[in-house]
């Protein structure tokens, strides 16, 4: 059985004061329905648990009651690692393969999360990632260029990151035992040494981080055809 755990119980502080982006509409529905909806029509996902913040929970609920999945909506923690841990809690314990996904980044084609769960199939972990085309330049004091670094063995790593159940568990108790902060899932599995396949996203999947976002996700929902909303 595969579930996936969408994560949207983070304050999108970069949207600025008093706006919460999963409810920010695009293509005339909220953000995360957009989320919701792909995991929702993919044929290799069986349940979805949404995680949001406390408080949330029968907002997000009613946004569920378009979609066909069994779904659960279950409040978050104070860390995202502790949000998706609450997640893995509440998956089915029949549970082999959990795909975690951020709840506004609406564009991860069924393509891309089939891909990272056959990944994860074969080595335990994966996450969808795309190659940094860009220079990129570290700064230490966050104003003047230290080095120039070798973008052909970077990668802008996304989500959906996908796991076999026991494998992220292990992972996430880890860092809870060393009292730790990891900015994404995959960075627990360097913990323990999991080899994590990176899956190439041959479309943008880009994060709603920040306002200007908005149109480009709009542009790209648009393209796919998959906003009910869109003619």
Do not use: Y
Request: charged letters at 25%; hydrophobic letters at 45%; proline letters at 4%.
């Amino acid at each position: 059985m595969t579930s996936a755990i969408i994560v949207a119980a983070g304050r999108g502080t970069r949207m600025g004061k008093n706006v919460d982006k999963l409810f920010l509409e695009v293509a005339g529905e909220p953000i995360l329905v957009h989320t919701w909806r792909r995991f929702d029509e993919s044929p290799v996902i069986d349940e979805i648990v949404v995680v949001v913040r406390d408080g949330l929970q029968a907002d997000v609920k009613k946004l569920g009651a378009k979609f066909k999945k069994k779904f659960q909506v279950i409040a978050g923690g104070l860390e995202r690692q502790d949000s998706v841990w609450n997640g893995l809690d509440a998956v089915s314990p029949k549970t082999e393969i959990v795909a975690i996904q951020d709840g506004v980044r609406p564009c991860a084609s069924l393509e891309l999360i089939a891909a990272t769960i056959d990944a994860a199939r074969e080595i335990g972990a994966a996450a969808a990632a795309q190659p940094v085309t860009d220079t990129i330049k570290e700064s230490r004091d966050g104003k003047t260029v230290g080095q120039t670094l070798d973008r052909s063995k970077l990668w802008a790593v996304q989500t959906p990151q996908t796991f076999r159940l026991e494998i992220i568990r292990r992972a996430l108790t880890e860092v809870r035992k060393r009292g730790l902060v990891v900015t994404d899932d995959t960075a627990a599995c360097e913990l323990i040494g999991q080899p994590v396949k990176l899956v190439a996203s041959a479309s943008p999947n880009p994060k709603v981080t920040r306002p200007e976002d908005l149109a480009f996700v709009e542009l790209l929902l648009k393209s796919s055809g998959r906003a009910d909303c869109i003619s």
